[in-house]
Nanobody, 117 residues
Framework: QVQLVESGGGLVQPGGSLRLSCAASGFTFSANTMSWYRQAPAKERELVAVIIITVGGKKYADSVKGRFTISRDNAKNTVYLQMKSLKTEDTAVYYC??????????WGQGTQVTVSS
């Protein structure tokens, strides 16, 4: 029943911006910490950003700090990832995730972000 549906990916030039969205359902969105991960070709899945339940609580991977912003709209059950100053190495499939203590993580199907000239 837990569903996470990412959207907003696409092709963008280096230095450009994209805003990813993740629509969540099947659980109490406002009571759960949400995360964004990404997986590039031939690489393991990498944690990109975390937004905790506590207001204002956010963490970012060093590689995206200062360029990416995670946010959430609890009224819409949606978590966002605003990506700016995109680099070629940001190319990956981006996933949103919720990690339940009793049943592990749940993932969306991902959305492709391609940064290329």
């Amino acid at each position: 029943q837990v569903q996470l549906v990412e959207s907003g990916g696409g092709l963008v030039q280096p230095g450009g911006s994209l805003r990813l969205s993740c629509a969540a359902s099947g659980f109490t969105f406002s009571a759960n910490t949400m995360s964004w991960y990404r997986q590039a070709p031939a690489k393991e899945r990498e944690l990109v950003a975390v937004i905790i339940i506590t207001v204002g609580g956010k963490k970012y991977a060093d590689s995206v700090k200062g360029r990416f912003t995670i946010s959430r709209d609890n009224a819409k059950n949606t978590v966002y990832l605003q990506m700016k100053s995109l680099k070629t190495e940001d190319t990956a499939v981006y996933y949103c995730s919720v990690d339940f203590a009793d049943r592990g993580a749940r993932w969306g199907q991902g959305t492709q972000v391609t940064v290329s000239s």
